[in-house]
């Protein structure tokens, strides 16, 4: 599979790797993934007999370049990361089914917010602060700045320990992970962890009403009450959307179960 690249509005190269034929289904990764360390290989396997399945580095990861200019504020982040998904899928004929893992399912939200041509949507455990009625909580703001500070310090080893730590990984995990190659490649990301903040910070109750794209929002009966709650609360909160739990562990689903789902949901609804 050779890696392709599509321009972004601001000039941005975005990498992505084109598995199968069919329907366009666009991948967008969590936090601190792209292709070397994806959510979705197994995934993008299980689902190449029915889609066309893209899978993409988001800004600053793998072979995607990064931020030109310097402005961070959430909306222009959550804009800059919603040009690259859309160039992805203007690249593969433009319209698409999108799938979003994680902080990659808040940015897939948005993009259909902000007009994305998006034919449907899933969305497995987004992570949504239930306290944001209309904007970011004192809570979600600090924890940006000191994401932001451990960025700016250059120490991309705290950054990525404080990261994983704060949004509720658990300890034992983020101990495994430390003596892994994934935790190497996520440190090599780790700058961009900040841009996810963001665009959690963008993300309130109130936007997710303005969802327009027939969603499924999923969750893993295996992960934790906090985690299985957000994303009942997200489904209560888009018009028309259902919602459903797959058998899996904390945080993650098989990739037979979810392609399943992912399938039964965009072909045959």
């Known amino acids: 599979m050779d890696t392709r690249t599509a321009r972004s509005k601001d000039g941005t190269s975005i990498a992505y790797t084109v598995t199968g034929e069919g329907p366009v289904l666009v ?3 969590a936090a601190g993934h792209f292709r070397r360390l994806s959510s979705f290989d197994g995934l993008s396997t299980q689902l190449a007999d029915r889609f066309r399945v893209v899978q993409y580095d988001r800004r600053g990861r793998g072979a995607s370049t990064d931020f030109s200019g310097t402005d961070r504020t959430p909306d222009a982040v959550v ?3 919603v040009d690259d998904l859309a160039a992805v899928a203007a690249a593969n004929g433009g319209s698409a089914y999108v799938h979003g893992f994680s902080s990659g399912a808040l940015l897939a939200l948005h993009a259909s917010v902000r007009g994305l ?3 449907r949507m899933t969305v497995l455990e987004p992570p949504i602060d239930s306290s944001a009625q209309r904007g970011p909580s ?3 703001r600090a924890f940006t700045h000191e994401l932001t ?4 310090s250059g120490d991309r080893e705290a950054t990525l320990g404080f990261y994983l730590t704060a949004i509720g990984v658990p300890d034992d995990v983020v101990d495994r992970m430390r003596s892994t190659d994934s935790w ?3 440190r090599s990301v780790s700058h961009t962890l900040v841009y996810d903040s963001l665009i959690s910070e963008a993300t309130s109750l109130k936007m997710l009403a303005s969802v327009t794209t027939p969603t499924l929002v999923l969750d893993s009966a295996g992960s934790t009450d906090d985690l299985t709650g957000m994303a009942a609360t997200v489904a209560r909160h888009i018009p028309g959307s259902s919602h459903l739990s797959l058998p899996g562990e904390w ?3 098989a990739d037979e179960h979810l392609a399943a789902a992912l399938t039964t949901f965009f072909i045959h609804s």
């Open 27 to 29: 991948l967008v990764d």
């Open 117 to 119: 041509a998006i034919a």
């Open 251 to 253: 945080h993650g689903v």
């Open 184 to 186: 190497s490649l996520m």
């Open 79 to 81: 804009q800059r990361e």
């Open 149 to 152: 500070r451990l960025v700016d």
């Open 138 to 140: 004192d809570t979600q």
